[in-house]
T-cell receptor
Framework: NAGVTQTPKFRILKIGQSMTLQCTQD?????MYWYRQDPGMGLKLIYY???????DKGEVPNGYNVSRSTTEDFPLRLELAAPSQTSVYFC????????????????FGPGTRLTVL | GENVEQHPSTLSVQEGDSAVIKCTYS??????FPWYKQELGKGPQLIID?????GEKKDQRIAVTLNKTAKHFSLHITETQPEDSAVYFC????????????FGKGTMLLVSP
């Protein structure tokens, strides 16, 4: 298994440009997440999905959109890039529905470093 | 919503010493507390977790303790090695719901040879 893969690894955008960050997992996980990581600020949840066709906002959703048409893919869309969106973005997934056990482990991708100038 | 505070933000130890990282949480409904390790340029990886019905859990050189009354939990690393150098994040969630994690701000651990 490749696990969680993200593309691109790095990207520089100009203010006002748009882009899609790609995330794919091959573990047949129901749950998928997008986080942003700013220096010294931990990971903040942007959006998450509990299954194909179902998405919900996290703590910092403004300026972003997501879709989940398949179990494997969970792209994150930035419509009008702003300098405040300069960050490292991580996608994660986990199996199961709810409840105890290893179902709660989130598996993270390697991240996308985005700079908006 | 949940709020997780993590201390210290940086921690420097000598190889062989012990390291302790502490976290507090605010939501009494939280019942699952994982710890993630993030090496430079990589995504976080789960190293140990604990559920609210357990007070302590060990896995070789790492252990986690939980005090539900005080709403705090701690990561203990014994006999530290240079390869333990990384950023460590604590997190909390209600595992019986949609289980979104709230992360602390992280602790950069540096183990010097």
């Amino acid at each position: 298994n490749a696990g969680v893969t993200q593309t691109p690894k790095f990207r520089i955008l100009k203010i006002g440009q748009s882009m899609t960050l790609q995330c794919t997992q091959d573990m047949n996980h129901n749950y998928m997440y997008w986080y942003r990581q700013d220096p010294g600020m931990g990971l903040k949840l942007i959006y998450y999905s509990v299954g194909a066709g179902i998405t919900d906002k996290g703590e910092v959703p403004n300026g972003y959109n997501v879709s989940r048409s398949t179990t494997e893919d969970f792209p994150l869309r930035l419509e009008l890039a702003a300098p405040s969106q300069t960050s490292v973005y991580f996608c994660a997934s986990r199996p199961g529905t709810s409840g105890w056990g290893s179902y709660n482990e989130q598996f993270f991708g390697p991240g996308t470093r985005l700079t908006v100038l | 919503g949940e709020n997780v505070e993590q201390h210290p933000s940086t921690l420097s130890v000598q190889e062989g010493d012990s390291a302790v990282i502490k976290c507090t949480y605010s939501d009494s409904a939280s019942n699952y507390f994982p710890w993630y390790k993030q090496e430079l340029g990589k995504g976080p990886q789960l190293i140990i977790d604990i559920r609210s019905n357990v007070g302590e859990k060990k896995d070789q050189r790492i252990a986690v303790t939980l005090n539900k009354t005080a709403k705090h939990f701690s990561l203990h690393i014994t006999e530290t090695q240079p390869e333990d150098s990384a950023v460590y994040f604590c997190a909390a969630s209600n595992a019986l719901g949609y289980s979104t994690l709230t992360f602390g701000k992280g602790t950069m651990l540096l183990v010097s040879p």
